[in-house]
């Protein structure tokens, strides 16, 4: 694995992924939700619809055996078959018109900006907006913002490609923070008062430090960036600011919500994609992904062999491995 959080530990063998688009070749018995040789939308997060987190619609915690558990509790995705839990809660079939690439970033990262970014940030229109991170979690949170008609988004990062790709997804203003002080420029720009909402979309301690700074009194932190190292928060500061700071795993909850906006033309989630390879490639797709600063790379799909619906039951497949 490559990220040094300790929720992303795996025991070695494991298939990573957790982010597909796939045809249904067998169903268990209780599934009724999906039929053979659908096309369906595999969530980041299995439900299993039963716990009482789940029937508060926070799926990612929960405890009756779902939450996040492809890739690291479970065998994930990135192969030819994968056995999906709690399929009926878990899986959302996709609509004929749209294409695999269409729907495939709704497994994790746009529901993830969405949530817990642009949501638990409580994004209003008119308000002023700080994107911290202009990756692929931080552009999806450009996007899904947009949705809300803020009245200016103010994207930061280092790679000037990525800002440049943040202005395309929709940012109002950029930030290169290795040559200017975002925290005055953003002073500036907000006369001095500073951001509605700051979104962190990176994960290391210097990146949500500096949204502390960059709210107003009485703002929102929204924190979505997954952080591997401790983080001081600076209360002797911040306790009378009177500041909202939120953070989350992603219940994808809006799943249903964003594959209408798709499929009513509202958001393109396309345009995440940058880099292909074939599912014998994977190691050539990890490398390219690693080195998005020279690669440009958001988010790479592999791509399987299309399967028939006669193929193999899992089980034989599994054997003949």
């Known amino acids: 694995m490559r990220h040094e959080s300790p929720r992303t530990e795996v025991t070695d063998g494991t298939i990573l992924g957790h982010e ?6 067998e169903k268990g018995d209780s599934v009724s939700t999906v039929e053979l ?23 990612g ?43 495939l970033f709704l497994s994790d ?15 209003q229109p008119g308000d002023t907006v700080a994107i911290v991170g202009a ?21 930061i990062d280092l790679a000037p490609s ?51 700074e960059l709210v107003r009194p009485g703002g929102r932190i ?5 952080h591997g190292h401790s983080v001081t928060l600076h209360l002797e500061k911040l306790w009378a600011r009177d500041l909202t700071i939120t953070t989350g795993l992603v219940d994808t909850f809006t ?24 599912l014998g490639e994977t190691m050539a797709a990890y490398d390219t992904f690693a080195d998005a600063a020279d690669t440009h790379a958001l988010k790479v799909v592999l791509e399987a062999e299309p399967v028939l619906i006669q193929a193999p039951t899992l089980e034989e497949a599994l054997a003949v491995r």
């Not at 202005?167 to 002073?187: P, S």
Request: glycine residues 12%; hydrophobic residues 45%; contains cysteine.
């Open 109 to 123: 990262i746009l529901p993830t900006a969405y949530e817990v970014g642009v949501l638990n940030g409580g994004v």
């Open 20 to 25: 597909a688009v796939g045809t249904v070749v």
């Open 135 to 155: 990756g692929p979690v931080g552009l999806a949170a450009i996007m899904t913002a947009r949705l809300y008609t803020p009245g200016r988004i103010i994207a």
């Open 162 to 212: 990525r800002l440049a790709k943040a202005l395309e997804f929709g940012a109002d203003v950029t930030i290169d923070n290795g040559k200017e002080d975002a925290l005055a420029r953003v002073m500036e720009l907000t006369d001095g008062l500073g951001v509605d909402v700051a979104i962190e979309a990176v994960g290391v301690p210097q990146t949500f430090e500096l949204c502390t």
């Open 222 to 226: 929204a924190n979505v960036g997954v």
């Open 61 to 103: 915690l929960c405890t009756g055996g779902g939450g996040w558990i492809f890739g690291h509790l479970i065998d994930g995705l990135q192969a030819e078959y994968a056995r999906v839990p709690f399929a009926d809660t878990s899986v959302y079939k996709v609509p004929d018109e749209l294409t695999d690439e269409q729907v």
């Open 255 to 278: 799943t249903p919500q964003l594959l209408k906006l798709v499929a009513d033309g509202r958001l393109d989630a396309t345009v995440f994609a940058t880099h292909r390879f074939p």
């Open 37 to 59: 040789g659908d096309r369906v939308l595999v969530s980041c997060i299995t439900s299993c619809g039963r716990c009482r987190f789940c029937k508060e619609r926070r799926y």
